[in-house]
């Protein structure tokens, strides 16, 4: 993994608007149709380039070859079936911030705002139906085989150019999956995490960075209001060595870890701090962690890391552009942002990223604008680090 050794490198945290015609033809003719596989190669090779073009120097495919970044398991597992959603499961918009703030959720779901960038079908036709585990978990190599070449492929002129594939924690895809056939929870973790291993390694093994993403360890915590904070962080913890399971021997210098609350455009009011599950997070066994430092409920959490300290060797990628507001910032206010986390934990320790994914969650021409003023920030900041 590369670090900041002379400038402050780039990189965000995977989903990137799939292009409308794309996304339409995965999801009326499916994702291995022969004349959809073409135009998804294609489509990650252009994304791939824009990234370049933008200034971001750890790069990735878009995520173009998968449904919602949970659920798109469903379709590389056997063991895992489709069902009517059942009146017995457990319901996925409810929480904290919804009890206090009804009126606004109630006007947000039906405006179909809480998301932001709703115009990829193929995103979510995952949730049409509930993933339901009613066999042995078995992993199905060949998507992400494909998702391998087709990266590969668009990193043919530029084989120098670093890039990762964002792969889903455990707990995670265990979010409203139902389950038919494991005796315990704890089984059915075990399998999640044996099974999803497998991509991991492939990606490793592919050359490429693996990134974990975990967006429900910190979510939970809202959706879950049962929870006081002992129960919350017992649950953080063992979600997390389910993970460490997964990884286990996977060189940890190749992985990094993404935690972030959730990404629905809400209030967010109920969000758990950082520093409430700082030292959780940094028992992954991975060489980087992403976190959310750019939007108005978590940005003040650079000042945690006065008192935390990063274990040495490891690196955080801060998100100093997010996918929470329209508003382009400044680049002055990103190279502002980089500093904050320069200063407390050394340059050669910070990568600067965004807080969450583009896709589904901001326009496409916005999310662009936002990667280059992340470049242009991160420019600014190593000019003064480096120069001063």
Known sequence: MQRSTDRILTTHVGALQRPQELSKAMTERGEWAPDVLPELRSAVAEVVARQEQAGIDVVDDGEFGKTLWMWYVRDRMDGIEGQEWSQDAEPLLKGRDRDQFPGFYAWADANASIFGYME??????????????????????????????????????????????????????????????????????????????????????????????????????????????????????DSIEVLNHALDGLPEDRIRYHLCWGSWHGPHANDIPLADIADIMLQVKAGAYLIEAANSRHEHEYHLWEDVKLPDGKILIPGVVTHSTNLIEHPELVAERITRYTDRLGPEN???????????????????????????????????IWHR
């Not at 670093?162 to 924690?169: D, G, I, L, S």
């Open 120 to 237: 990829d079908t193929y995103f979510f036709s995952s949730i049409v139906t509930e993933p339901v585990v009613t066999g042995p978990l078995r992993y199905k190599p060949e998507a992400v085989q494909r998702d391998i070449a087709n990266l590969k492929d668009a990193l043919r002129d530029n084989p120098a150019l670093e890039a990762f594939m964002p792969v889903v924690a455990p707990a995670s895809i265990e979010v409203g999956l139902g389950n038919e056939y494991y005796a315990t929870h704890d089984e059915l973790m075990r399998a999640l995490a044996d099974t999803i291993r497998q991509e991991y390694k492939a990606i490793i093994d592919a050359g490429f960075i693996l990134q974990v993403d975990d967006a429900w360890v910190p979510a939970a915590w809202d959706r879950s209001p049962e929870f006081d904070l002992d129960s919350y962080r017992r649950y953080a913890q």
């Open 350 to 384: 910070v990568i600067a990223g965004a807080d969450c994914g583009f896709g589904s969650r901001i326009h496409p021409e916005l999310g662009w604008a936002k990667l280059a003023v992340l470049a242009e920030g991160a420019a600014l900041a190593s000019d003064r």
